[in-house]
């Protein structure tokens, strides 16, 4: 039905760079919005970076002035740029889509990918 496929994952040092990719596919009618959100081992799931459809941006405190959330319409790929990465950034990062589909056309729907690992060292 719809496919998100999350890349740029990796290994990088601290202060380093990272750019994340998140492709969405399949029967997508409109995006109501997309976001990443990261989970480390024994934590909560957090909300990282969210991108609205009218182009509303929302930052966790703990990555505002570093992590960059974009997205390219016409490839429907959604980046994270992140910069100055920290140890504490290490995670699993999702890509998370809102959107109506095409079998399903009253009511949003969201979808997970697989996840990429982010992985800082210090």
């Known amino acids: 039905q719809v496919q998100l496929v999350e890349s740029g994952g990796g290994l990088v040092q601290a202060g380093g760079s990272l750019r994340l990719s998140c492709a969405a596919s399949g029967s997508i009618v409109s995006i109501n919005g997309m976001g990443w959100f990261r989970q480390a081992p024994g934590k909560e799931r957090e909300t990282v970076a969210v991108?609205?459809?009218?182009?509303?941006?929302y930052y966790d405190d703990s990555v505002k002035g570093r992590f960059t959330i974009s997205m390219d319409n016409a490839k429907n790929t959604l980046y994270l740029q992140m910069d100055n990465l920290k140890p504490e950034d290490t995670a699993m990062y999702y890509c998370?889509?809102?959107?109506?589909?095409?079998?399903?056309?009253?009511?949003?729907?969201?979808?997970r990918g697989q996840g990429t690992q982010v992985t800082v060292s210090s």
């Open positions: 998370k889509l809102m959107a109506i589909v095409t079998t399903e056309r009253s009511k949003l729907s969201a979808f």
């Open positions: 991108l609205g459809s009218g182009g509303s941006t």
